[in-house]
């Protein structure tokens, strides 16, 4: 199938990016010694962070020590975290994802109604023209449609509103420790809180991940997180479902000055729901060449962006050769 109806792998993205920001979140607020009433999350980390700087050593490594505890750290890492968050900022770039058994490479912008994409190549070919004109019947639809715009932009700010929430209401799930380096990362491990009792089917789900993480410490940027599932986790007393295993990767990079991205996303959840059918849950994703929009980019502006790139074709080989 040449596209998916509807914002692109919302629900794989959104819980990726829930598991993802509430280990962040999570481990940065274990660390805190207070919060300061009235104060906003990020004025809330970012005065930690900076207060932590007076502590004294709490690991060491040959050749190299560390000011910062692993949740003081990563508490800094968040305030720059959520700071992006905060701006706002508009992006387009292109997305490498694997459909089904198909690789789709598309070009996605964030306009100020909502996200709007266009496919350019389906296994690294161009698309043919009745390809390409069932593509732009896609988009075409979408952008005369108010309604269904509408209910993508809330579903995207729905998103953004849960997780915010979600964030905010998870201090303590995860122990964490510094790992060593790699190259010229910082590496920490985390894993489950045994105190901790998550209050929801998804804080379930999150609080039994364990893995890595990378930062640039310099920068005070997450750059990679690798989490498994460390154990089932069982919904209802099994009655709802459950899921038997799963691992999520992802990384970050770089777009801008103190602008990151997320680059990579990898999730394999499997495990049964209710009337016991199977589910297993992928998403594989690459992402580049992100360049920074108008704010206030409206959809017609948007549809010209996407529309000035050409994906190259690739060339036949010659007889013989």
């Given at each position: 199938m040449l596209y998916r109806t509807g914002?692109?792998?919302?629900?794989?993205l959104?819980?990726?990016?829930?598991?993802?920001?509430?280990?962040?979140?999570?481990?940065?607020?274990?660390?805190l010694p207070g919060k300061p009433a009235g104060a906003s999350p990020v004025a809330q980390l970012i005065s930690s962070a900076l207060?932590?700087?007076?502590?004294?050593?709490a690991r060491q490594y040959p050749g190299q020590s560390y000011p910062l505890t692993a949740g003081e750290l990563v508490a800094a890492v968040v305030a720059n975290e959520l700071a992006d968050r905060e701006q706002l900022l508009k992006w387009i770039w292109i997305i490498e994802k694997r459909v089904g058994k198909e690789t789709l490479t598309?070009?996605?912008v964030e306009t100020r109604d909502g996200p709007i994409y266009r496919v350019l190549a389906i296994d690294g070919a161009a698309l043919n023209p009745g390809q390409r004109q069932q593509d732009d019947a896609r988009l075409g639809h979408l952008l005369k449609d108010p309604g269904l715009l509408l209910k993508l932009k809330q579903a995207q700010d729905d998103d953004e509103l849960k997780l915010q929430e979600l964030l905010t209401m998870m201090p303590h799930a995860f122990l964490?420790?510094?790992?060593?380096?790699?190259?010229?990362?910082?590496?920490?491990?985390?894993?489950?809180?045994?105190?901790?009792t998550p209050p929801t089917y998804e804080t379930r789900?999150?609080?039994?991940?364990?893995?890595?993480?990378?930062?640039?410490?310099?920068?005070?940027?997450?750059?990679?997180?690798?989490?498994?599932?460390?154990?089932?986790?069982?919904f209802g007393y099994g009655l709802l479902g459950r899921i038997d295993s799963g691992t999520m990767e992802f990384g970050r990079v770089e777009v801008g000055p103190k602008q990151w991205k997320t680059a990579f996303i990898n999730i394999h959840f499997s495990g049964r729901v209710a009337l016991?059918?199977?589910?297993?849950?992928?998403?594989?994703?690459?992402?580049?060449?992100?360049?920074?929009?108008?704010?206030?980019?409206?959809?017609?502006?948007?549809?010209d962006l996407l529309g000035s790139r050409v994906f190259p074709t690739p060339q036949t080989p010659k007889s013989g050769h």
């Open positions: 914002q692109p792998a919302r629900t794989l959104f819980f990726f990016l829930l598991t993802a920001g509430s280990l962040l979140l999570v481990t940065a607020m274990h660390a207060a932590a700087r007076t502590a004294s050593a598309e070009e996605q964490y420790d510094y790992d060593g380096v790699d190259e010229n990362l910082l590496r920490l491990k985390f894993r489950p809180n045994p105190e901790y789900v999150i609080h039994s991940l364990a893995g890595t993480i990378l930062i640039d410490s310099e920068r005070k940027r997450l750059t990679k997180v690798v989490g498994h599932l460390e154990n089932r986790v069982v016991f059918k199977t589910i297993s849950r992928d998403e594989y994703e690459r992402r580049s060449d992100f360049r920074l929009v108008a704010s206030d980019l409206s959809l017609s502006d948007a549809k």
